[in-house]
């Protein structure tokens, strides 16, 4: 049963800090590139960051580039999204996905999607 599952979401002020964690099993994590995708109320889910299988390639939309950083441990099958400068319309529910294609920005080429953790950042 293949499971993704994310945490570290919350409440923090513009200019704030806050750490998004994917915990994956039940699949050969090494070779899923994963993906962090957001939501925003009324609005389709969007792509946000990306890291290939070694962790040696990764992508991000201009928006938060420079501001946020993707990383994965492919030894506890986590991706980690660190997002710092955070600005109010970084507000939505944040999604780990993953595929076996490569970096997609669409959000229906992932394979696999988490729940789910709800990021609100205050002005």
């Known amino acids: 049963q293949v499971q993704l599952v994310e945490s570290g979401g919350g409440l923090v002020q513009a200019g704030g800090s806050l750490r998004l964690s994917c915990a994956v099993s039940g699949l050969p994590f090494r070779t899923y590139v994963m993906h962090w995708f957001r939501q925003a109320p009324g609005k389709e889910r969007e792509f946000v960051s990306a890291?290939?299988?070694?962790?040696?390639?990764?992508y991000y939309t201009p928006s938060v580039k420079g501001r946020f950083t993707i990383s994965r441990d492919n030894t506890k099958n986590t991706a980690d999204l660190q997002m710092d400068s955070l600005k109010p319309e970084d507000t939505a529910v944040y999604y780990c996905?993953?595929?076996?294609?490569?970096?997609?920005?669409?959000?229906?080429?992932?394979?696999?999607w988490g729940q789910g953790t709800q990021v609100t950042v205050s002005s």
């Open positions: 996905g993953c595929n076996t294609k490569g970096i997609m920005t669409d959000p229906r080429s992932q394979d696999y």
């Open positions: 890291i290939r299988g070694s962790g040696s390639t990764t």
